[in-house]
């Protein structure tokens, strides 16, 4: 499964061997390169970026470090190998032989499949455009270039499942993700999140610990697809997802240990002196997670949905780690819990969990999700520090499904249109918290220098030290 790299597109699926798609894709690829120097990295084209490269799609040994101009980095199509005999593990077709071509009567769903993971990988690369102007290490500023290529090659990924598999329509849906532009007004990406802006670093930082983060649990449950290209070239993207949510977590943490420090320093937990202090105080950063969390449960989708029952019972999308699960994998007769409002007040009621399968896959990401926030609240333990950040309850700043537009506080007690006037600028990031957190950005590029608002990160990125000079500016 080694990596060819002396084509024009590296690739380990032997391009070569299929003339078609391999023009397909050359005509394409003009197409990125200049989607990447219209609404890419502003002002990058310069600048030597130390980044990882995948040399082959084992565990142990894909990855290679450099200097690279973005422009110039090996975008290509990596797949993990394939299973022999792999069977279908889920849905009406369970124990059959996974598919290796489109069936006939999916071609419709896996293709919107395809295309609204493709258009969010893009829409996540024109949303971080502006940051590398006001990073505050070249450490972050290597880290957000090495999520914006790698967030590149998995729209090649989804490109490449299109042009391969989906004909004339497929080449068509593959210019259009070229086309649509995050919080354009007339040509918008596709989900809601992609359309927000990015527009400090502390956004950025929420923005991979958990929208990120969906993208591991959406990646997860295509990788138990029936059709078998999806699965292998979705396992291979979870590898790189990884080190996506890693920015995201040790960003966060180290904001805290920042702020924690300051706090102590001043013996104060005031937010105004903490400002003053050019640190980011405790409340911002719980309206920060308050928001990207919301934002991101919303990706999951309705709370109930016959399009989720359809994409698991015909095997297209299964569920979080699908395979370790003991139940029987059809899940015909059981029933999961969701909320709604009724009178006022929140209540759990019942439902087939066929088509609860979006709830069930956002429950998992809060498990998880939630996890990490403990972690951050360790450095504030370390610190001595009482205070503690906290996940809202799922139904708060919800746009999507049986909870869109009820008002609800981070507790999950609904309240009325005034209270929540009233409370808006303590439970969701105001546009002075915002216009704060701007006036702290500014670059750093001295190496092994940090701007004050963060502190160090504990170790460089692979084994270099964190002095480093992890971009060079030409
Ligand atoms: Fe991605
Ligand atoms: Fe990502």
Known sequence: ???????????????????????????????????????????????????????????????????????????????????????????????????????????????????????????????????????????????????????????????????????????????????????????????????????????????????????????????????????????????EEAHHMFVGESGVSRVLQRTAQVMNELRTDDPGKVRAAGAIDLATLQRYLNFHYSVTIDLFGADQSSNAATFYSSGLKGRFEEGKRSDDHVLKGQTYKVLEVQNGQLVEKDVPMLNALNEVLRDDFIKDSVAGVGRWNKVLDKAGLPQRLVVPHKAFNRKIGALAGIRMSPEGRVVGDDEWKAHEAEWLPSAADRAFVGSLMGRVVEPGKFAGWIAPPAVGINRQPVDFEYVRFG
């Not at 002002?43 to 690279?68: M, N």
């Not at 919080?183 to 930082?205: C, M, Q």
């Not at 969906?214 to 979705?234: C, I, M, N, V």
């Open 1 to 239: 499964m080694a990596i060819d790299y002396s084509q024009k597109i590296p690739n380990n699926v032997q391009l070569a061997d299929d003339r078609t798609l391999q023009r397909a894709l050359e005509q394409w690829q003009p197409n990125f390169i200049q989607w990447w120097d219209d609404v890419g990295p502003d002002e990058s084209a310069k600048l030597d970026v130390y980044l990882r490269t995948a040399t082959s799609v084992d565990p142990q040994g894909w990855a290679h470090f450099d200097y690279v101009k973005m422009r110039d980095y090996r975008w290509g199509i990596f797949l993990n190998p394939a299973e022999a005999d792999r069977k279908i593990h889920f849905g009406d077709h369970l124990g059959e032989a996974a598919w290796q071509d489109v069936p006939g009567e999916h071609r419709a769903n896996l293709r919107r499949i395809i295309v609204t993971q493709g258009d969010t990988e893009p829409a996540s690369v024109e949303q971080q455009r502006h940051l590398g102007l006001t990073a505050p290490s070249l450490y972050d500023l290597r880290n957000l270039f090495q999520v914006n290529v790698e967030e590149g090659r998995h729209l090649w990924a989804m490109v490449y499942l299109l042009q391969k598999y989906f004909g004339r329509d497929g080449r068509e849906e593959a210019g259009a993700l070229l086309e649509r532009t995050s919080g354009d007004e007339n040509n918008p990406r596709i989900l809601g999140a992609f359309n927000e802006k990015t527009p400090d670093w502390l956004a950025f930082f929420m923005f991979t610990y958990f929208t990120d983060r969906d993208g591991k649990f959406q990646l997860a449950a295509l990788s138990e697809s029936a059709f078998d290209p999806l699965a292998r070239t979705t396992k291979f993207m979870l590898t």
